[in-house]
């Protein structure tokens, strides 16, 4: 199921520690394999566990500890906000709150369209410049205002339409409808 | 505050910031800056490695994650003539909340941290490095891939650096969304790929640590100052500060203030400084509450941090602990019932669920907050929170269970009059929360 390229990835991850520690690189692994799928399915998981020589349950184990895999279909777009208090306390409980109605929907769900999954998150340690919002773990948005919000969400939203974000999102939506 | 608008305004005092603009974080712009020069010094005049730890201590560094141990003390614990594999672990997993000074380190000036760490290496005979970076900072975790890149390049990182015969290699690892793996066992776990679950300690690093050798774990911060101390001289740095708390420290600065952020100040600056630094209160209010280390320690009222000084000592003799060095403040339409219930919310969320005091207690813990929150709390539950508080604290594998608690016991020392209207009557004393 892993393209070429993200095996290449996961052997550069590989190679960062001692020989006999293959497992070490699993949480890169994981990382790399949700990149180009979406979300952890096992089928994708066990993959992961015969590159780094793991019995499979150890890589589920890792799987579901860490907050940032997903292990189910996402929206295209994954939005998490902080809503910790230093956050809280500049901005991030109404911009929560806007994103949840101008998304209509509430933490841990996807639109009905596919395109975003919502999701609260913890402290990113980018307090500072709250409200913080992550897009697919990967690009970060600060000082997400109201209107900034608005903003970030009509160009997702585009993106999306153009079949761009994470796969993963028509099962998503067929999950949502039911 | 006059600094010329092309530099980032870390404040008066600014050492491991300063000079910084946000685009100078490649490693021409360092050198440029005198980086380097520590470690070419120690490598050129062969310094020997327990003269590096030593003036470490000099310095009264004192680690910059959260206990505030003595750095140099801490590297003096590893074993000299262990035969074999030792790390040095920077802990740049940055999730204490209200801290943010580490990824401006990351992204702004990383060779600094590469630096620190090389001569960490170097002073505790350590081959290897690793660097473990939080989640959610992606792109932060991409710059310090490519500032890696740049040292290996220069020949700071390799086989026999500089022709001195001392080889070292640095790697990062990303981390992917856990609290609990700003623990250092929890985070030497994490690297060998498992769960980020703690380890009992004894063995502590120092003897048993990543993948059972003997290993060290800094802050980025910790390893990021110790280009200076060799550079000016443990006493110089030392100096800075005040007896037993050496140097400068970067303050995350958020909540109800006019200009959030990172302030370097020099430890012992009042805290009615920091809190001018940062523009003051916001919107004019008067200033209610402050956590000053981040958010696992101890809150404090106004009046005790208007007369405290940011250093390790002053704050722990005012109650409290200055940890991260994660300065949140609280003015006075903030209810105190609501911030203590998002913290609650928060050491639930992230407890491992190891120890039982911990995974039952922090449930706990947010549950009765909340009831309390929402009208439906009971005479009795601060009597219970108190209780439940004292069976998770000291109780535990790891010092979460501690940071559920602490902030606890604090919210209803202090603010105990609102705590108790919440449960009287229902509702808040102060307007409601913007
Ligand atoms: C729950 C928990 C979270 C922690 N998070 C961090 C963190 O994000 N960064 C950090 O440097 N230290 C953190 N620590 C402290 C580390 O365990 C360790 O003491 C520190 O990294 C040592 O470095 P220092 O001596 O340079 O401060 C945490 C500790 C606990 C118990
Ligand atoms: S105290 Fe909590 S977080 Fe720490 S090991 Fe125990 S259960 Fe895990
Ligand atoms: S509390 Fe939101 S990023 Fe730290």
Redesign the pocket.
């Known amino acids: 199921m892993l393209s070429n390229d993200s095996l290449a990835k996961i052997d550069a991850a590989i190679a960062k520690y001692p020989a006999d520690q293959r497992q070490s690189a699993v949480m890169a692994a994981l990382a790399i394999a949700q990149d180009e799928h979406g979300w952890l399915s096992v089928p994708l998981m066990d993959e992961v566990a015969r590159r780094l020589g793991m019995p499979p349950i150890a890589v589920y184990e890792v799987a579901s500890f860490y907050a940032m895999y997903n292990l189910g279909p996402t929206g295209r777009f994954k939005l998490t906000i902080c809503t910790n208090l230093p956050c809280a306390l500049q901005g991030a409980s109404d911009a929560a709150a806007h994103l949840r109605e101008r998304l209509g929907v509430g933490f841990g769900e996807t639109t009905a369209d596919g395109a975003f999954t919502l999701k609260e998150g913890e402290c990113m340690g980018a307090c500072g410049d709250a409200p913080v919002v992550l897009v697919n773990n990967k690009r970060m948005c600060v000082k997400m205002v109201p209107d900034a919000l608005d903003g970030l969400v009509a160009e997702l939203k585009a993106a999306a339409d153009r079949g761009e974000g994470a796969t993963g999102a028509a099962e998503a939506k067929e999950a949502s409808g039911r | 505050m006059n600094a010329p608008s092309e530099f980032l305004d870390y404040g008066p005092d600014a050492v491991l910031m300063a000079g910084l603009t946000g685009r100078n974080w490649r490693l021409a712009d360092y050198v440029q800056r005198g980086g380097y020069d520590a470690l070419k010094r120690i490598l050129s005049e062969r310094i020997p490695p327990e003269q590096v730890v030593a003036e470490v201590k000099k310095s009264s560094l004192r ?5 505030g ?1 003595p ?1 140099g003390l ?1 590297w003096s614990f590893m074993p000299r003539n262990f035969p074999g594999e030792k790390y040095v672990v920077c ?1 740049s ?4 909340p209200g ?1 943010f000074k580490d990824r401006d380190i990351l992204r702004y000036n990383p060779h600094a941290l590469i630096e620190g760490m090389i001569i960490g290496g170097y002073a505790m005979g350590c081959a290897r490095g690793y660097n473990y970076i939080h989640g959610e900072i992606w792109d932060v975790y991409e710059r310090c891939e490519e500032a890696l890149r740049e040292a290996r390049e220069a020949g700071f990182l390799g086989k026999d650096i500089l022709g001195s015969g001392f080889s070292f290699e640095l790697f990062n690892h990303h981390g992917y969304g856990a ?2 793996c ?3 066992t929890a985070l030497l776990e994490s690297i060998e790929g498992k769960k980020g679950q703690p380890r009992f300690k004894p063995p502590f690093p120092a003897s048993f640590g990543l993948y059972g050798k003997p290993t060290t ?4 911060e ?1 390893f990021a100052s110790v280009p200076w101390i060799i550079r000016n001289g443990g006493e110089w740095f030392a100096n800075l500060g005040r007896p037993n708390n050496g140097g400068t420290k970067i303050f995350s600065v958020s909540g109800d203030v006019a200009r959030p952020g990172n302030y370097e100040l020099r430890l012992g600056t009042p805290f009615a400084t920091l809190l001018e630094l940062a523009g003051g209160v916001r919107g004019g209010r008067r200033l209610k509450a402050v956590i000053p280390g981040g958010s696992s320690m101890p809150v404090l009222p106004a009046d005790v941090m208007m007369a405290t000084d940011m250093d390790y000592d002053s704050i722990a003799k005012a109650g409290s602990m200055l940890g ?1 060095g994660a300065v949140i403040v609280m003015d006075e339409t903030r209810c105190m019932v609501k911030c203590l219930l998002r913290l609650s919310y928060f050491y639930y969320e992230e407890s491992c669920g190891q120890c039982t005091p911990c995974r039952e207690g922090t449930g706990w813990l947010w549950r009765v907050v909340d009831r309390i929150e929402h009208g439906k709390g009971r005479p009795e539950d601060l009597d219970l929170l108190n209780s439940v508080a004292d069976n998770i604290q000291g109780r535990t594998i ?3 269970g501690d ?1 559920a608690a602490m902030p606890v016991r604090a919210f209803i020392k202090h603010f105990r009059d609102e705590f108790r209207h919440h449960i009287d009557h229902g509702r808040c004393v102060v307007a409601p929360y913007q």
């Open positions: 680690g910059r994650g959260g206990a141990f750095t801490k802990n997993d940055e999730g204490e801290t609290y609990i700003g623990e250092e774990i800094n802050n980025t910790t991260s790891c010092a979460l940071a």
